[in-house]
């Protein structure tokens, strides 16, 4: 790949990002910011922070997608910081891990900065207010990275204890850890369609199916330290760069590794962004460069040639781009040489290998596509012995020789001898069914006898002759449960023509259960998968499209009827809801109360928190949510009394009643070390208090304050 643009700094490259604004963000090693027009890498404008950063294997400086805001380590690591953009100002710091900070991010939707940090715990501060809100999941060691998904729903830490942590942002709930890797886990990145990527110490990459916390694929080819990993828009491609200035290159739906040397810098590569308006990667640089990469290089270049039919030296640019292999022309590339095998093979079949070398002759200078030709014409060389074979009904050589040259399977000499494999074998079937038709299926089946793949269930056929009366009755009856069993215990039946029937049914009712599924026609598409459920084939997707429609159903009911709890409790199901015009209505309700809620919050005042969220108090999904936001609350009610110097009794009836409420959560850890220091007197431990927690906190816990509750 040549570079099509490139800048260099004098130190190194540690963030590009591309703006909702489509400037191109660049941040160095020195935290100097530069904001520059992507297109031709012109600087803009910029600032500098003067935060020298040693290492940044990690996301140590951090922006928003507006760039309005953004979090970065101090050079000591000891504390994490938010900062406004526009005036530069501190919004907050995060002074409170047991160790160094370790890495930071901000969510897309700018409501929350994040700090991990060695003592394996992440810490969320409200970005408006700057005061700490929610603590993750804890890992037993550091975390190593943050990623949102792009709806900002779902935040991932990556850890040192090899398990990868997902937890909602919309009802603050966490899911169950993830754990396949056997090295510290590095890096995490969310994918379309439900899927995460993460990559550990050993390089060791694997793709997660997020519905069922289940490993999807593993990659293979990384062979070196990876750095970084970005994907197209479209999340067709994955780039991975690496210590040693490889970017690999793989197909996120085959998860095949494309180009293990796509691009090769002599130095580490520590940034990779992708812009989608220009489809270029944006490569940044351990030794201070930014280098721009064309991922469609070369495109007209094999349009040309394709109008020239230099069919040759289109494959060899698109060896040296895989990517190319992905457009239209090239497609029209692959339609004409299968075409053209399929003539050939015609030409072949009557014996015509000038008229089939003539055809395939543009191709010959293809080396992948000569193999292909060399092997085909070298296969025909019996292909008269096969044909003579055929027609004297020496049908075992024949066989024979179709098994020993593929290619003759796609003739229609094979294809008339297994047509009249299929008529025979129903007619005996026919004979099967009477008792005394015995001996007429065997003859019917004798000139087969000798062709090892029909011996088998020729035999079959003959001593199972009950099981197969009984399949087809069952067949007959439509008592597809009977027909699954028997299946399932006898596989001599798949080879059957009743089978291929089974099967066609079977692919019309999936076929008309998804043409009802988008017309919206549910109740009929339900019956339609009530059907499928008896076939193994398709029992499991039968169920998934069961459970999204009986949820989707109870949703719209739900909305219909005014049920807001009912709705948003089915949203908390499915985030597939959120998408419809109902779930963007009803997401968007949410996130404006929570927002004025943040804001009552901030002040300390429980009632109005309250009356902000006063419609959401009934809906269940929403409790541990809402628990977030009271804590939050009451935590600033404690911390303005001990600013007050409350008496020690009223500070202390204050943790008792919090811990009560939510638990030991990092916030009252870090008040209740803060309070210690101030009334050494006090005899109050922690530990020894009864606690309650987020999961079991309900709206009927609301008090005004926490510092006069009983």
């Known amino acids: ?152 729903n779902w935040v991932a830490t990556a850890s040192y204890d090899r398990k990868i942590s997902v937890f909602s942002l919309v009802t603050m709930t966490a899911k169950p850890k993830l754990k396949a890797h056997s090295a510290p886990v590095m890096q995490v990145r969310f994918l379309e369609k439900h899927r995460l990527i993460s990559i550990d110490k050993k390089s060791s990459a694997i ?37 040693l200035g490889y970017v690999l290159l793989y197909d996120l739906e085959s998860y095949e590794l494309l180009a293990p040397r796509y691009v090769k810098l002599a130095t580490t590569i520590t940034t990779l962004e ?24 070369n495109l007209d270049v094999i349009k040309e040639m394709l109008r020239n039919k230099n069919f040759d030296s289109i494959q060899a640019v698109v060896d040296e781009n895989p990517v190319l292999a992905y457009t239209e022309v090239y497609k029209m590339v692959s339609n004409l040489w299968e075409n053209t095998l399929a003539k050939a093979r015609v030409a072949l079949e009557h014996g015509d290998k000038e008229k089939a070398e003539t055809l395939l002759n543009i191709f010959k200078s293809i080396p992948s596509k000569n193999k292909i030709i060399q092997k085909l014409i070298a296969e025909y060389a019996e292909y008269d012995k096969f044909v003579k074979f055929a027609k004297e009904g020496k049908l075992a050589l024949a066989y024979s020789l179709a098994n020993q040259h593929p290619s003759y399977k796609e003739s229609k000499i094979y294809k008339s001898l297994e047509a009249r494999w299929k008529k025979s074998l129903i007619q005996a079937q026919k004979y099967i069914l009477d008792p005394k038709g015995a001996q007429q299926a065997k003859e019917i089946l004798m000139p087969y006898r000798g062709i090892s793949e029909k011996t088998k269930l020729i035999q079959e056929i003959l001593t199972q002759s009950k099981v197969y009366k009984r399949f087809r009755a069952a067949l007959g009856q439509k008592d597809f449960a009977i027909c699954s069993e028997l299946i399932k215990r006898y596989a001599f039946l798949k080879e059957l023509p009743e089978y291929d029937v089974l099967m066609k049914y079977a692919d019309s009712l999936y076929i008309q259960a998804n043409e009802f599924l988008n017309n919206g026609e549910t109740h009929s598409a339900m019956k339609m998968l009530q059907t499928l459920l008896l076939f193994d084939d398709f029992k499991e997707e039968a169920k998934e499209m069961m459970q999204t429609i ?76 809402i628990a977030t936001i009271f804590a939050w609350c009451y935590m600033v009610q404690l911390e303005d009394a001990a ?46 208090l009864p606690q309650g927690s987020m999961e079991m906190w309900r709206p009927s816990m609301i008090v005004d304050s926490i510092l006069d509750a009983s």
């Open 643 to 688: 600013r007050a110097d409350a008496p020690q009794a009223t500070i202390e009836r204050g943790i008792k009643n919090f811990v009560l409420s939510f638990g030991i959560q990092d916030q009252i850890e870090t008040f209740y070390l803060q309070f210690k220091e101030k009334y050494k007197e006090s005899k109050l431990t922690l530990e020894h």
């Open 207 to 243: 793709i997660w199916n997020l519905q069922t916390d289940k490993v999807i694929s593993r990659l293979q080819g990384i062979h070196d330290d990876a750095t970084k990993m970005t994907t197209s828009t479209d999340d067709k491609f994955l780039f991975i760069g690496t210590k």
């Open 1 to 152: 790949m040549k570079v099509i643009r490139n800048q260099g700094f004098k130190k190194a490259i540690i963030v590009t990002k591309i703006l909702e604004d489509k400037r191109l963000l660049v941040v160095d090693s020195d935290t100097t910011i530069r904001f520059m027009d992507k297109d031709s890498l012109k600087m803009l404008g910029g600032f500098k922070v003067n935060i020298h950063h040693e290492s940044y294997k990690t996301n140590v400086v951090y922006f928003s997608n507006s760039g309005a805001f953004f979090a970065t380590l101090s050079s000591d690591c000891r504390t994490s910081r938010l900062y406004n953009v526009k005036t530069k100002k501190l919004i907050s710091k995060v002074d409170r891990h047991h160790g160094e900070v370790s890495c930071v991010g901000i969510d897309p939707l700018e409501r929350y900065m994040f700090s991990g940090g060695e003592d394996g715990k992440t810490f969320a501060i409200d970005i408006k207010s700057g005061k700490l809100v929610l603590t993750l999941p804890s890992h037993v060691d550091t975390i190593n990275d943050i990623a949102f998904s792009k709806n900002g």
């Open 274 to 297: 992708y812009d989608a308006d220009t489809d270029t990667l944006f490569v940044g640089t351990d030794d201070g460069f930014i280098m721009c990469y064309d991922i469609y290089e």
């Open 550 to 625: 009986e949820t989707r159903q109870k949703f719209f009911n739900a909305v219909t009827q005014n049920d807001m709890e009912s709705a948003y409790n089915m949203m908390a199901l499915d985030e597939e809801l959120e998408l419809t015009e109902d779930g963007k209505r009803l997401q968007k309700l949410w996130n404006d109360a929570s927002a004025k809620a943040g804001e009552y919050a901030v002040e300390g005042n429980a009632k109005g928190v309250a009356q902000a969220l006063k419609e959401f108090m009934h809906i269940s999904s929403k409790y541990q949510a």
